[in-house]
């Protein structure tokens, strides 16, 4: 079984700063990718950015600038760095990893349980 764990989530000012942490343990073969999503009330789950297993990094034009993901591959986690945030950027996120369970199975998403954000104006 395949468990993902957030944590870093808080209430901060606009302009503050925030570092998301999601860490994966379980049955894992290998990661192709990991990233981070969000979704604000009464709004869809939106991709804020990913991380390929090569480094390869990709963000939502919103968070572009403000927002940088990292990866630890020997820990199996996964970092969000926020800076400059905004009160648009309020939202639960969600911590995604594209995972296979041993070597010959497919590769399927697994989904955390999400961690609050709240920027206050």
Do not use: H
Request: hydrophobic content about 40%; charged content about 15%; some cysteine.
């Amino acid at each position: 079984q395949v468990q993902l764990v957030e944590s870093g989530g808080a209430l901060v000012q606009a302009g503050g700063s925030l570092r998301l942490s999601c860490a994966a343990s379980g049955i894992i073969s290998s990661i192709n990718a990991m990233a981070w999503y969000r979704q604000a009330p009464g709004k869809q789950r939106e991709l804020v950015a990913r991380i390929a297993s090569g480094g390869i990094t990709d963000y939502a034009d919103s968070v572009k600038g403000r927002f940088t993901i990292s990866g630890d591959n020997a820990k199996k986690m996964v970092y969000l760095e926020m800076n400059s945030l905004e009160p648009e950027d309020t939202a639960v996120y969600y911590c995604n990893a594209d995972i296979k369970i041993f070597t010959y199975a497919p590769f399927r998403f697994y989904w955390g349980q999400g961690t609050q954000v709240t920027v206050s104006s």
